[in-house]
């Protein structure tokens, strides 16, 4: 008897580690990391917006939003930083590829993709045993070596470049600028019917119902919506139909006041500074109104359009029994696009007027090829000044929403600072994975973002220390941000071409320069820029290359 007890005891001993190793990865999430293209900060309802989002809204609802997120000014930089938890100037995209200098070509970190010198956090999922899929955006590199099937997704469907039209005809967005697609490195055409949204929604259920086993798996799903052209199906044209009448004011004053009732902004805060060179809603002819309202109305409906398939994407994997054990992340990559489309390098007003059908009548279906523009630009980033391509807070302050295991919050809101390369670390972690030191023989650089696990988990309130600097360099505009200040230079005619300083937790709007009020305080910002750009490499352009001329 003493000796079977023994025995037992004994194969209870030796089996309990196998099935503490079978539990915790068990209890490894799945990631759906959902990133919308272009959108402002308060176009989604969570944050503001008259849109009607009830699936973003449900996330919210049951989740955490982050309403001091960050991100980079334009697409590929902040792609680059998401996949590597690295700065984009050290991850290959100190410029966009298609915006790069001469002085800048071939510079370490401006390699136009995502180098060598980090790993692809779907490489190391992929490695750890997660199954990674991808449907929509890429933009980190248009080479074969450089596609998605490279960089750790096992199954993928891609658009390679930053943009295009969002129907089967796959024209170009501007001149010389022919869009390419690819599943799994394979060079293929989109089918008839094509719609980019409800696509590429339709792609990324299909890769997860094609799952058999038990594994976990990191599925990204990155929509080129609302990015311009504005286009959206026939049925969806006219659900925002006399909405926007009262123009960019209205709204912009509308949205803040329910920001503040959502505690996302202050109560204290005031809608920042007008971009100059965008004329006032009251002097529009009412011709010009005619075609404004048009343009918010289509980018509305390209809004709820989105949320339309999320709901489909959640559907799913709350019949299949997946959501539970599911980790959601949804963001916008940058803030709301403020270009006109004849603005794009190597274009002219004549080349989109030659090469689209911009009839009245055809806005927003085939063919047409029109952008929200400035001043709804500037609305969707209330309360903030200016918009993407900017390093204002309009320009790279995202909303964010994290729902699910592991996130011990339920319909709460956190101000605390976090960053797109955060993200990455964060999914390591929930994964069981590490960062490596090597890979494929080589040494990579270690990431600068840092685990958003403690702040989920309820374990801690910040992400970043009270005195860490983040910075960011974009086209020679530069800023900084240390606890609630915020330096920036920013050149004319978009600002005054000398550093401004401003006090994010009063004045998110960026209206209230204390730089000479706060001398010290603006050189150790000033210094701490320094310090930022030479730790990554910045090589600032010899000529503007957001000059478009």
């Known amino acids: 008897m003493k000796q079977r007890y023994l025995t037992i005891m004994l194969l209870a001993l030796i089996l309990t580690p196998v099935v503490g190793t079978a539990t915790e990865a068990a209890n490894r999430p799945n990631i759906l990391l959902i990133a919308v293209d272009d959108m402002g900060y308060s176009d989604v309802g969570p944050f503001g917006s008259e849109i009607k989002t009830p699936s973003i809204d449900s996330l919210a609802r049951k989740g955490l939003k982050f309403t001091n997120f960050y991100v980079g000014p334009s697409c590929s930089p902040t792609r680059s930083m998401l996949f590597s938890g690295n700065d984009n100037h050290v991850a290959g995209l100190g410029n966009m590829y298609e915006r790069l200098t001469p002085n800048q070509v071939g510079q370490p970190g401006y390699e136009g993709f995502l180098n060598e010198r980090v790993v692809s956090v779907a490489s190391i999922l992929r490695d750890a045993g997660y199954h ?282 956190v101000d605390c600072v976090a960053h797109v390369m955060d993200l990455a670390p964060t999914f390591l972690e929930l994964a069981g994975a590490t960062y490596p030191a090597t890979y494929n023989g080589k040494p990579v650089e270690q990431p600068r973002g840092k685990s958003m696990v403690p702040l989920l988990s309820k374990k801690s309130s910040t992400v970043h220390g009270p005195d860490e600097a983040i910075g960011w360099e974009y086209n020679n505009y530069k800023a900084i941000r240390i606890g609630d200040h915020k330096a920036t230079w920013i050149s004319k005619p978009y600002g005054p071409s000398e550093w401004q300083i401003f006090d994010l937790s009063v004045d998110p709007g960026e209206s209230k320069d204390l730089s000479t009020q706060k001398p010290k305080l603006k050189q150790r910002l000033i210094d701490a820029w320094d310090e930022y750009a030479k730790s990554v490499g910045v090589v600032p352009p010899e000529v503007d290359p957001l000059s478009n001329k």
């Open 132 to 413: 990674t899929y991808m449907a929509g955006k890429w933009h980190l590199g248009h080479e074969p070596n450089q596609d998605p099937s490279k960089r750790g997704f096992e199954r993928a469907y891609t658009m390679l470049q930053g943009g295009t039209s969002h129907f089967d005809d796959e024209w170009m967005m501007y001149a010389n600028y022919t869009p390419t697609y690819r599943e799994d490195g394979v060079r293929t055409h989109v089918p008839k019917g094509f719609y980019s949204t409800e696509f590429y929604a339709d792609k990324i259920i299909k890769y997860m119902d094609e799952q058999r086993d038990n594994k976990p798996f990191f599925a990204y799903l990155a929509f080129t919506a609302p990015h311009d052209p504005l286009h959206v199906p026939d049925e969806w044209l006219d659900r925002y139909k006399g909405q926007y009448n009262n123009g960019y004011n209205a709204l912009r004053t509308r949205r803040l006041a329910r920001m503040k009732e959502l505690r996302i902004v202050p109560g204290a805060t005031e809608l920042g500074p007008w971009v100059k060179g965008i004329p006032q809603w009251e002097g529009l002819t009412a011709e010009q109104k005619k075609m404004e309202i048009r343009r918010m109305e289509i980018y509305s409906a390209m809004v709820e359009n989105i949320d339309h398939h999320i709901g489909r994407v959640l559907q799913y994997l709350e019949s299949s029994g997946k959501k539970r054990d599911t980790l959601i992340v949804f963001f916008s990559d940058n803030g709301a696009n403020g270009f006109e489309m004849d603005s794009y390098l190597g274009t002219d007003e004549a080349w989109v007027e030659r090469n689209s059908d911009n009839r009245f009548s055809n806005w927003g279906k085939r063919g047409s090829r029109i952008a929200p523009g400035p001043g709804w630009a500037q609305a969707s980033s209330t309360p903030f000044h200016l918009f993407k391509n900017f390093l204002a807070e309009g320009g790279i302050r995202s909303p964010l929403i994290i729902s699910g295991p592991g996130v011990a919050h339920q319909g709460e809101t």
